[in-house]
């Protein structure tokens, strides 16, 4: 017999109902929902200046309306990291949601632990200097400590300990996102916590499944000519059959659109991944080179041979601050003489930055080279040239004169010209930016709450 | 026709960070043997140009047949901070594999 781990969710916003057929189906003894990209803690941060009681994402109370009662029926636990900032708080919400729907015997597990925010001085006077991976610069050297998100990626220890004490669902903050999919393999397996290759086996799973679409032949270059545009509205999401020994079957759901082959797999295999060899995690360093991939046909790939090393000492810490703000403009210049024209609109603007405090300034030409930058030709004599301007200051307001200013070029400017009226009406977006740093497990404790309904 | 590396490969990028990996996955074997002799770290990076402002690191997966290229400060900050369009970086294995061949 086989473990069947299904994903319904691979980013804040994904299609988490495609829960809802795995489940009717039986095809799956858990589903995971991912929803937190290195981003989105500052999004809910956000909700949650708005609102106190906020902080966890949307998507957890469509989990706990349309999927919950579902699963609960067929006792599928089901496990989200979708509590994003308020754990708690979403674990309240869940439970009013229950209560509403007649559910009972219900257990709510929320894990907690992650949100170091508090505990940052706390952390630095324990002896961990919190030196940034990227830049080598201690946390303390920083000149801006205006953190306003600091979550370390938890493990899945503490969602296992929920899931053996009869969890129906588990939510939690921040947990590295594979290590949500190993926690119901080592729950329902008990594998032990330095039974390294199963563990990894389990990361290999939950690394593919953890982007939903992009295993399917969602986000796809070899799947291009293989898959239609209709069949991508609404791909069936991917399910791991895992067996004892950690070795597993990768497929999807059956009786839906997508294709599981040798290809999707290879390419999701190797997606933000660094050193293929030493696939760092909170629970085990997976080592993907090792694996083989054998086609079974029908949507199935085998998956064996992953081997796994000891878990590092340290987990990753990943700090948010604001760090300013950024506008956007767009041109659009006619030919004749387009290129002569856009260096004209390009001093006059350059008089405009240099008259305020604007920190860092782009041009780029839709079309032509704003994805591929100097990867791309640029034309000798365009019919039309799109302008991309982007420029950014500490303060939104100084955006709000800068783009007053270059309007009032409108009638001195270059002739053939025409802006974008939405990006002007457009509001300055805020600069988020991450300090991704290591701290030691010693220093971090969880906490699982239980709510019963 | 011009000989692009996307005919003998695919691949697809990923982002941590100012930090984006870009695999390169073999159509065939023999192509895994002519990537893994000839598509270099050194020419990625002269290849992808303003793209890529920092090292780029090849990894070689014989088993996947398969290259992946990490390259820093390859986001003009990162998804968070980026200027760019495709601050994500979503666009960088079509950039890559546009390479002439």
Known sequence: MT?????????????????????IGEHVDAVCFEALAELTLSILQK?????????????????????????????????????????????????????????????????????????????????EPLINMDTGTPLADEANQNWAVANVYLGAQPIVEALKNGADIVITGRVADPCIYLAPLIAHYNWAWDDWDKLASGIVAGHLLECTGQVVGGNSLAMIDKIEGHQMHNMGYPIAHVEADGNFVLTKTPHTNGIVNINTVKEQLLYEVHD????????????????????????QVKIIGVTGKPRPEKLKLNLNRLEGYSRELIYT??????????????????????????????????????????????????????????????????????????????????????????????NPRPIIGLFPTLVSRDLIQTHIEFIEV | MTRRLYDIAFGREGDKGNI???????????AYQ????????????????????????????????????????????????????????????????????
Not at chain 1, 396 to 409: E, F, G, P, S
Not at chain 2, 72 to 89: F, V
Request: proline share 4%; net charge negative.
């Open chain 1, 3 to 23: 473990y069947r781990i299904g994903s319904a969710e691979g980013f804040y916003g994904d299609n988490v109902l495609s829960a809802l057929p795995m489940i």
């Open chain 1, 276 to 299: 293929p060899a030493n696939y760092i995690t909170p629970d085990v360093i997976a080592n993907f080179t090792t694996l083989s991939l054998e086609d079974l046909g029908q949507n």
């Open chain 1, 333 to 426: 210049i006619g030919w004749p003489q387009a290129w002569r024209k856009f260096e004209q609109m390009k001093a006059m603007m350059e008089a405009t930055w240099e008259s305020l405090p604007i920190e860092r300034v782009s041009y780029h030409f839709l079309g032509h080279n704003s994805l591929y930058q100097s990867v791309a030709q640029l034309p000798d004599d365009p019919l039309e040239l799109i302008v991309r301007v982007v420029f950014t200051a500490q303060d939104d307001t100084i955006l709000k004169t800068a783009v007053r200013k270059l309007m009032n070029n409108g009638l001195s400017g270059p002739a053939g010209m025409a802006i974008s009226g939405t990006t002007i009406g457009q």
């Open chain 2, 20 to 30: 984006a990996n870009i695999s390169v996955i073999a159509r065939s074997s023999e």
């Open chain 2, 34 to 101: 002519d990537i893994k002799a000839n598509l270099t770290a050194e020419r990625v990076k002269s290849h992808l140009g303003d793209l890529v402002q920092g090292e780029v690191i090849r990894y070689e997966v014989d088993n996947i047949e398969a290259l992946n290229f990490v390259c820093h400060d390859a986001l003009d900050g990162g998804g968070t901070r980026s200027l760019r369009i495709d601050g994500l970086g979503k666009s960088l294995a079509g950039a890559l594999l546009y390479m002439e061949w």
């Open chain 1, 47 to 127: 909700d949650r200046m708005r609102d106190p009681s906020r902080g966890f994402t949307f998507d957890i109370e469509v989990i706990a309306s349309k999927i919950l009662p579902e699963a609960f029926n067929r006792k599928i636990p089901l496990i989200t990291n979708g509590g994003g900032l308020n754990p708690i708080g979403a674990g309240e919400r869940v439970k009013a949601i229950a209560e509403n729907l007649g559910l009972t015997d219900l257990k709510i597990a929320v894990i907690t632990g992650d949100d170091q925010l508090s505990r940052l001085s706390e952390l630095q006077a324990q002896g």
